[in-house]
């Protein structure tokens, strides 16, 4: 299960996962982009296949309903990539309260409402992999430009992550998440179109370059499979080195 599957880094998780031979169910809020995208990915794929649901994540209810549809249809749920998510910039001297709810709703607490929902399934069949989104920008660095109600929300899924797996660690269920730097996706599409913020971007990247959905989209398969059996609560920057390193002109 992949969320916010529409566009950007959930449909590129989502074709690697179905490439690489899993029955991958995308949902988004948007049904028109996740059954295009589902579309192309089972077209282009042999081996997996890839279906659309519409889901609101901000909805329990609706949640609950389609987490129990998708598991009495498949009889198990392997993994849970928890990748729906807003960016609002606001100054913290002067926000509005639909701002705060609008990230709170859908970056933490749709991410909680999935994890726990999905959790129930993989706690009764002891085993999953769940993969939360965190980011650079509030999960692993403070980077200030108005972005700290959404650094808010993402420091919060670094905390999830960490106490979901010490929670069903027992039950051989791993939580994971990634935290991305600066990727091409339709959420950085005003950054790449100003070239002096999108230079200054690149001279904190010590890779020299943004990343690519599917630069993303490889970490999750790699957590998501037997090759990561024994990785659990890490959150993983893909960031080409903004994170934990500098590196100084000559």
């Known amino acids: 299960m992949v969320t916010g599957a529409g566009q950007g880094l959930g449909a590129a998780i989502a074709e690697i996962m179905a ?3 899993a029955h991958t169910v995308l949902l988004d809020i948007d049904f028109d982009a996740v059954s295009t995208v589902a579309a192309q990915i089972a077209t282009a794929s042999s081996t997996g296949a890839a ?3 519409q889901c609101d994540v901000t909805d329990r209810l609706q949640v609950q309903q389609v987490v129990e549809e998708i598991h009495t249809r498949h009889g198990k749920i392997d993994v849970l990539v928890n990748n729906a998510g807003i960016h ?3 100054d913290p001297v002067d926000w509005e309260q639909t701002d705060l709810d609008a990230l709170l709703s859908v970056n933490l607490l749709g991410s909680f409402y999935m994890a726990t ?3 129930r399934v993989m706690v009764e069949q002891r085993a999953g992999s769940i993969i939360n ?3 650079l920008g509030g999960g692993l660095a403070g980077l200030g430009r108005s972005g700290s109600m959404y650094g808010m929300t ?3 899924i670094v905390s999830l992550t960490r106490d979901l797996a010490a929670e069903w660690g027992k039950y051989s269920i791993r939580v994971n998440a990634l935290a991305p730097g600066w990727i091409r996706t339709p959420m ?3 950054l790449q179109q100003n070239p002096e913020r999108a230079a200054k971007v690149l001279d904190r990247v010590p890779l020299g370059r943004w990343g690519e959905p599917q630069d993303v989209a490889g970490a999750a398969l790699f957590l998501a499979s037997d090759a990561a059996r024994y990785i659990t609560g890490h959150t ?3 960031d080409g080195g903004a994170a934990n390193v500098i590196a100084l002109s000559e």
Request: glycine letters at 16%; charged letters at 15%; proline letters at 4%.
């Open 236 to 238: 993983i920057p893909i």
């Open 154 to 156: 993402k420091g919060g």
């Open 188 to 190: 950085t599409n005003a």
């Open 88 to 90: 609002r910039r606001v």
């Open 117 to 119: 929902t999905v959790g």
């Open 51 to 53: 279906e659309a649901v």
């Open 19 to 21: 490439l690489h031979g």
């Open 133 to 135: 989104m965190s980011a």
